[in-house]
Structure formats: structure tokens, C-alpha cells
């Protein structure tokens, strides 16, 4: 699926351990200093924090704090950059699959993370950026190398940014959720993948709430067991 044309603009920010996220603030402070070559030093950036921020908690730091960027710099155009350089990676996924699974993964919850962050001037999501992640997702389910690390990472975004994906497009989100539902039912699949792709199907059937204490409690301890047990 192609990704529409991108017009408008986006966000980002720091991320997970002290050494990276040192190395990311010092980024994007010298793009707030210095507006020329803002283009090259933001693909730098892009590619330390994809490849450093390894929790969901680190990539949202780094989200925030471009977007304050993104809105405070509107001379550099920083956000139609961001989406540009968003764009170019997308059309080279596959590549980055081949080459570097962790790259790859830490692109999708990177634009998974742009886009529950960012917002267009009248305060709307970037739907520009809907068809691609679900096209990512999609790939996640279907990845043979990396199975279950790929499914957790479909797991992880679906659970952040599942409700406003099917707010923008629920069609798209039926068609996901049946392959979410075939590879649970598959006997092939592991314990981990089929816990992981339950949880995801009883969030959606609970509108995308948190689900109530005693089941969120069972989900974590099924997981952390079967992971620790792998």
C-alpha cells in the first residue's frame, strides 16, 4: 500500500537510557540553534532514536520533545521533514527488515508514536500516516523470522494507538483484527503469540479501555511467565 502524499507536518523527542537520551537532547539542541542543514541532522536524530529508544516509554520521550520542536519552529518546516524522512523509511522497510530486525521494529513503534502524538493545525491526527501503520502492522502479523517479537510489537501499538486507527479508518481495523483472529486460532502459533493476540481482541471488544484489574493482572503474569519459561 503506498503512502498518500505528505503535506503538513510532525513531531518527536528524546529517549530511553541516560547516555542515549544525552545524545538525543544534544540532536535536537543543535537543530534548535542552528536552522540550516536541518534536514541531515534530523535524519541523524531519526536514527539514533530509533535505533536507542528500546521501551514504549523512551519513544514517547522522544516524540515529545520534537514535537515541541516541530510547533515552536515552523520557519524549517521541521515537521514536513519529519514526515518526509518518515516516508522515505516506510518506502524501505522492507530492506531495514532484511538488513536489521531491531531497526525495523524500532521505525514501526517510532511512527506509531509520531502519529498518536503529533496533530495538524486544527488539531486533528495525520491521517497520512493511518495506511502505513496499518500496512506495518499487518507485516508484523505476518513476519516468519521474528515471530513473536514481531507480534508483541503489533500487540504494544495496537494497545497505544488502536483507538484512534479505527476512529480514522475502521474498515482497515476489521481486516486487522480477522488476522489477528486466524493467527490465534492457529495451532502453529505459540502460547506467547496466541496470549498476546487474545489480550489485543478483548481490548478491542472493550472499546480500547483498559481492561478491569484482575484481567490486565492474569494477562502480565501469563506473559512474564511464558517469556521467562521461552
Known amino acids: 500500500m503506498s503512502w498518500c502524499p505528505l503535506q503538513d507536518e510532525a513531531c518527536v523527542d528524546s529517549g530511553p537510557g541516560t547516555q542515549s537520551m544525552d545524545r538525543l537532547v544534544e540532536l535536537l539542541n543543535s537543530m534548535r540553534s542552528n536552522s540550516s542543514g536541518v534536514e541531515q541532522q534530523l535524519a541523524s536524530f ?44 516506510f518506502s524501505s522497510r522492507e530492506q531495514l527488515q532484511r538488513a536489521d530486525v531491531e531497526k525495523w521494529l524500532g521505525f514501526i513503534t517510532f511512527l506509531c508514536e509520531v502519529f498518536g502524538a503529533m496533530r495538524s493545525s486544527s488539531g486533528e491526527p495525520y491521517r497520512v500516516l493511518v495506511c502505513p501503520i ?23 501499538e495496537l494497545q497505544s494507538t488502536g483507538r484512534l486507527l479505527e476512529e480514522q479508518l475502521p474498515e482497515m481495523m476489521n481486516d486487522l483484527l480477522a488476522t489477528v483472529r486466524d493467527k490465534m486460532l492457529c495451532p502453529s502459533e505459540s502460547r506467547l503469540t496466541r496470549s498476546l493476540l487474545m489480550e489485543v481482541i478483548e481490548l478491542h471488544a472493550h472499546h480500547w479501555s483498559p481492561l478491569e484489574s484482575l484481567t490486565t493482572q492474569y494477562y502480565n503474569r501469563t506473559i512474564q511467565m511464558l517469556t521467562t519459561s521461552a
Request: hydrophobic letters at 40%; glycine letters at 0%.
Open 46 to 89: 531519526m536514527q539514533e532514536a530509533q535505533s536507542s529508544a528500546h521501551s514504549e516509554e523512551a519513544l514517547a520521550q522522544v516524540v515529545t520533545a520534537i514535537y515541541s520542536k516541530a510547533v515552536s519552529d515552523r520557519r524549517t518546516k521541521f515537521r514536513s521533514l519529519l514526515l518526509n524522512l518518515l516516508q522515505r523509511d
Open 134 to 156: 496499518y500496512t506495518c502492522l499487518r507485516e508484523l502479523l505476518e513476519s516468519t523470522e521474528v515471530k513473536e517479537d514481531a507480534v508483541l510489537c503489533c500487540s504494544m
